[in-house]
């Protein structure tokens, strides 16, 4: 796919540096604002309820504004009803419930922004006559069922996560894998790992010098990946330096710093249980005119030994699958999705890829989908209590960047042919080839 537009899931009323999609729910969360200035520019957490329209298409209604004041969320995560905010140099934690107006209609009364999440509801275009009934329903139709979605938010902690004297800011926060831990990562080059959900700090450790640019923990929480502006990719046992990783060690036509690396992430491996891999991203280190191109390099993520490395770029894919080339543009954002098939990489000029993670190869590309830099790419899950979210498509990743907007991008499923319909096929090309050598030659059979 080369130069077009892609349609806007939803536009925020403020530039948007986060996105996640909860496992459990299904609710999209994204985040962003326009910090402390007085722009008039409003700081706030969105949850939008995603629905499957069609076999390829999607639409999105805001659920729920909540309010975050002064603080712009610049990253997220996500994990057992608990958003990790990261505002400023500290690490916001909220619990967030998904229910029924019913449900909560108590914990609403308890949350500061219930009138603003029904004001947002309004304002999405849905539920109008919802929000009304919900009003009417604290008087003398309280026994009446209103199913409106409802989202309460409640403040639970704040972590100082970054002590950068100067201009303290949270860069990254990670769940671990089994919601044991909680990681942050900021512009002072020190790691801190919290026990979660007590909040006790575990580790408090530099890794990098200067700001950490990304971080991810294996499985099992055996192994920590960090990723500094520092040039360097290291990975952690505890807090106790396991190695660090070349990713240039065979191109040797490529100097040293030339290239730093900018996100790292570990990824399943499809069909097989115990695989695993880890995928980091290098950009030139160096803006140019003309800047090389950036690499993808696949990780065995047991070992720590390089696989492939492959440019990010029409250099990477076969013709048959390209219409455009993203030529050299400089990757701003990395996502795996949850069955390791899929990596989905976006651009600090607005572009959207999507590549199989096997071979490295591009599979979808819209250039400048976005009209400035891509934050943030969730994946949906591949399927939700039971129901297919991801419809007719082989995937589909969301993102949103700095020009507010929210967008959806799908690969539909390859049409495939019922076996039984290919071998007859083949049968009946033996039986044609038989009966063409017989009319040439009589008497061969």
């Not at 540096?17 to 910090?35: M, N, W």
């Not at 309004?122 to 008087?139: E, T």
Request: glycine share 10%; hydrophobic share 40%; with cysteine.
């Amino acid at each position: 796919m080369g130069k077009q537009r892609v349609p806007d899931l939803y536009r925020a009323p403020f530039p948007l540096y986060s996105i996640k999609v909860d496992p459990k729910t299904g609710l999209v969360i994204t985040a962003g604002g326009g910090g402390a200035s007085k722009t008039g520019i409003k700081n706030a957490v969105h949850f939008l309820d995603l629905q499957l329209v069609g076999e390829h298409q999607y639409s999105a209604s805001l659920l729920h504004s909540h309010d975050t004041d002064t603080r712009a969320t610049m990253n997220l995560a996500v994990g057992n009803g608990v958003i990790a905010a990261g505002q400023d140099g500290t690490c916001c934690l909220m619990r967030f419930k998904h229910c029924t107006q019913k449900e909560g209609g108590k914990a609403a009364a308890k949350d500061g922004n219930s009138m603003q999440q029904g004001n947002a509801r309004r304002r999405a275009g849905k539920g109008d006559k919802g929000g009304q009934d919900g009003a009417a329903a604290s008087g003398d139709m309280s026994d009446m069922k209103d199913e409106t979605a409802h989202i309460s938010v409640t403040g639970l902690a704040e972590v100082q996560s970054d002590l950068n004297p100067q201009d303290p800011l949270q860069k990254v926060v990670r769940f671990s894998p089994d919601l044991s831990l909680l990681l942050t990562g900021g512009t002072d080059g020190y790691i801190r790992v919290w026990e979660f959900p007590s909040l006790k700090k575990k580790f408090d450790f530099k890794v990098h010098e200067g700001e950490i640019e990304d971080l991810d923990m294996s499985p099992g929480n055996k192994h920590l990946v960090t990723v500094g502006r520092d040039f360097a990719c290291s990975v952690w046992s505890g807090n106790q330096l396991a190695m660090g990783l070349k990713w240039n060690e065979t191109m040797p036509q490529i100097a040293e710093k030339t290239y730093r690396y900018m996100a790292c992430r570990f990824g399943k491996v499809e069909d097989q249980k115990d695989a695993l891999r880890l995928y980091t991203v290098q950009i030139p280190h160096k803006r140019d005119r003309k800047p090389p191109p950036c690499y993808l390099t696949k990780w065995d993520g047991k070992s720590f030994l390089p696989m492939l490395t492959a440019p990010c770029g029409a250099e990477s894919s076969p013709a048959w699958l390209l219409t455009a080339p993203c030529g050299a543009e400089v990757i701003s954002s990395l996502a795996v999705s949850d069955s390791g098939t899929f990596l989905g990489l976006g651009t600090v000029t607005g572009s959207v890829a999507i590549y199989i993670a096997f071979s490295l190869q591009k599979l979808y590309y819209v250039q400048e989908s976005h009209g400035i830099v891509v934050t943030d790419l969730a994946f949906l899950p591949d399927s939700l209590k039971g129901r297919n979210i991801k419809g007719n498509n082989e995937t589909a990743m969301l993102s949103v960047a700095v020009d507010s907007r929210c967008q959806v991008h799908t690969v539909p499923n390859r049409r495939s042919f019922p076996i039984w319909l290919v071998l007859f096929f083949c049968g009946l090309m033996v039986v044609g080839i038989v009966l063409l050598l017989q009319y040439l030659f009589p008497g061969f059979i």
